[in-house]
T-cell receptor
């Protein structure tokens, strides 16, 4: 069966510090991968998605970036965090093009920028 | 620009009652409409989904009603239970990457 792992689960970072959140999917190949952000009490905003290694699409301009160095690995990064970057970050995947619509979410990473 | 509008923002229902959450969309490129359930501190989980060529889909106590001409869809939870208390998100899928656009969410509280 397929599983998604996301870490770290929680982190507190000072303003201006770098960020790296990592996500891996097991049990599938060539997945579509996604990063979403959820601000406290708000909906989910799509940040980035990827349909393959090295292929990243950005939905919202900001100081975050994403990379996909391996087929089932997706990384969210920032060089300098802002207070407004605080939120609940969710990695998600689906089976890829022509293989279904269902998107599965990880358990999320809580980021507090202080 | 909010492409999927969801209401109400919060909903309180007595145990055994019916919970109804409504969504409307604008983008006719959307071609798949899932509902997600999210408990505090957890990632959203798929609850039920519908394609636009179907007007209704039922799975257990959960039913989606879909009105393509009005570009509206709704979630009905029959016999609501305290364990259904969660945040519910409607969503719509588009594009070759099947990316989801979410509504703003409805916090459902079912009183015992």
């Amino acid at each position: 069966s397929q599983t998604i792992h996301q870490w770290p689960a929680t982190l507190v970072q000072p303003v201006g510090s770098p960020l790296s959140l990592e996500c891996t999917v097991e049990g599938t190949s060539n997945p579509n991968l996604y990063w979403y952000r959820q601000a406290a009490g708000r909906g989910l905003q799509l940040l980035f998605y990827s349909i393959g290694i090295g292929q990243i699409s950005s939905e919202v301009p900001q100081n975050l970036s994403a990379s996909r160095p391996q087929d089932r690995q997706f990384i969210l990064s920032s060089k300098k965090l802002l207070l407004s970057d605080s939120g609940f970050y969710l990695c998600a995947w689906n089976k890829g093009r022509f293989a279904g619509n269902t998107i599965y979410f990880g358990e999320g990473s809580w980021l507090t920028v202080v | 620009q909010q492409q999927v509008k969801q209401s109400p923002q919060s909903l309180i229902v007595q145990k055994g009652g019916i919970s109804i959450i409504n969504c409307a969309y604008e983008n006719t490129a959307f071609d798949y409409f899932p509902w997600y359930q999210q408990f505090p501190g957890k990632g959203p989980a798929l609850l039920i989904a519908i394609r636009p060529d179907v007007s209704e889909k039922k799975e257990g106590r959960f039913t989606i009603s879909f009105n393509k001409s009005a570009k509206q869809f709704s979630l009905h939870i029959m016999d609501s239970q305290p364990g259904d208390s969660a945040t519910y998100f409607c969503a719509a899928t588009s594009g070759s990457a099947r990316q989801l656009t979410f509504g703003s969410g409805t916090q459902l509280t079912v009183l015992p």
